[in-house]
T-cell receptor, first 114, second 109 residues
Framework: GPKVLQIPSHQIIDMGQMVTLNCDPVSNHLYFYWYKQILGQQMEFLVN????????KSKLFKDQFSVERPDGSYFTLKIQPTALEDSAVYFCASSLALRENTLYFGAGTRLSVL | GQQVQQSPASLVLQEGENAELQCNFS?????MQWFYQRPEGSLVSLFY?????KQSGRLTSTTVIKERRSSLHISSSQITDSGTYLC???????????WGSGTKLIIKP
């Protein structure tokens, strides 16, 4: 089936540093998402993105977070600066349409902030 | 309170038994999706099921919007079915998926 690739699978950084998580979505998909899952807790929505713009974001999407997809390359989530509570698995997803459409998820990037 | 509740939280079965997983939601929704989360964390989409019944191999999903519930039935379970099953609701009001806490399924030989 369609695949979403996330790079890297695991990232360890010191608190205060910048980190960029990369996502290669399904090739013909138009909508992109980031979800966050802290170990042992529920998956939570962060942000969705379409046509170069953020459409919706949750309270978890702090000012230190930003997303972009320059020129159809990777869809990225940047955190600058990182905090201890940013440690989690970040899942990228993409879909063809916004409503009533299957989301395809990547395998996640485990971010450990020390 | 939680908008999406899954039950049971965990389920241990012998290989060959059937599994029934439930998802109840407290607000109006547009659709429901079921996912399988592998032990290492990756997610697999199982069903996009806004209403009615869908089947794929040994898996069957039934969503009844009026009763605000969705179920996932796994027949003749196999050891490789072990993992966490997540339901996620798409609300009418926005485009975010609201997730349940998951059912951890363990299939023993």
């Amino acid at each position: 089936g369609p695949k979403v690739l996330q790079i890297p699978s695991h990232q360890i950084i010191d608190m205060g540093q910048m980190v960029t998580l990369n996502c290669d979505p399904v090739s013909n998909h138009l909508y992109f998402y980031w979800y966050k899952q802290i170990l042992g807790q529920q998956m939570e929505f962060l942000v969705n993105f379409y046509n170069g713009k953020v459409m919706e974001k949750s309270k978890l999407f702090k000012d230190q977070f930003s997303v972009e997809r320059p020129d159809g390359s990777y869809f990225t989530l940047k955190i600058q600066p990182t905090a201890l509570e940013d440690s989690a698995v970040y899942f990228c997803a993409s879909s063809l349409a916004l409503r009533e459409n299957t989301l395809y998820f990547g395998a996640g990037t485990r971010l450990s902030v020390l | 309170g939680q908008q999406v509740q899954q039950s049971p939280a965990s389920l241990v079965l012998q290989e060959g038994e059937n599994a029934e997983l439930q998802c109840n939601f407290s607000t109006s929704l547009n659709s429901m999706q079921w996912f399988y989360q592998r032990p290492e964390g990756s997610l697999v989409s199982l069903f996009y099921n806004p209403s009615g019944t869908k089947q794929s191999g040994r898996l069957t999903s039934t969503t009844v919007i009026k009763e605000r519930r969705s179920s996932l039935h796994i027949s003749s379970s196999q050891i490789t079915d072990s993992g966490t099953y997540l339901c996620a609701m798409e609300r009418n009001s926005n485009y975010q998926l609201i997730w349940g806490s998951g059912t951890k399924l363990i299939i023993k030989p």
